[in-house]
């Protein structure tokens, strides 16, 4: 009985060795090219003497004179709106700083995008709306040559870049 038992445990054995090598041979096989639609491969820019590098905006965000903390300002293109070039969280004073990277095909200028609960006087929240929001856009230009941008934003005075939404 004790020979059989041996010869079972060594086959038990050789059977999780090929196991185990075939399932890591079959995963090396596996990587390959990942497919995706022409619209959404993201072309890398062209250097130029006209634009270089990356530009940083940086900025306070202020709701009636209180900065607003842990908000969160991102950067997206208009050529790949669903693309979030850069995203941060306004620190304690509302400060934020946000940079665009060099890797995007930016054609001159970023969309500023935050979402808040800000009240606005010339836009009401939704009605019947469980969590109300607002989405504040602002086209900050960047054909200039200039490394730092700088802006502070009052969103309760932003009503003409600024639209209500509703979570839920």
């Known amino acids: ?12 054995a050789l059977l999780a060795v090929h196991e185990v090598s075939s399932s890591v041979h079959h995963r090396h096989h596996k990587k390959g090219i990942i497919h995706r639609d022409a619209d959404e491969m993201i072309e890398f820019p062209k250097r130029s003497n006209d634009r270089l590098g990356e530009t940083m905006i940086h900025g306070q965000i202020i709701c009636h004179g209180t900065p607003l903390d842990y908000v969160r300002p991102y950067l ?11 995203i941060c969280v306004s620190d304690d004073g509302g400060w934020y700083r946000l940079t665009t ?4 095909d930016l054609e001159g200028s970023v969309t500023f ?5 800000c009240l606005m006087d010339k836009l009401p929240p939704m009605i019947q709306c469980a969590v109300p929001y607002y989405t504040t856009e602002v086209t900050i230009d960047l054909s200039s040559n200039t490394t730092y941008i700088g802006r502070s934003f009052e969103l ?13």
Not at 113 to 117: E, K, L, P, S
């Open 101 to 104: 990277g060099n890797m995007f």
């Open 76 to 86: 997206s293109s208009k050529k790949y709106p669903r693309v979030i070039i850069n």
């Open 1 to 12: 009985m004790s020979l059989v038992w041996k010869v079972a445990i060594v086959l038990v």
């Open 113 to 117: 995008t935050v979402r808040h609960q």
């Open 156 to 168: 309760s005075k932003m009503e003409a870049y600024s639209s209500a939404d509703c979570l839920y």
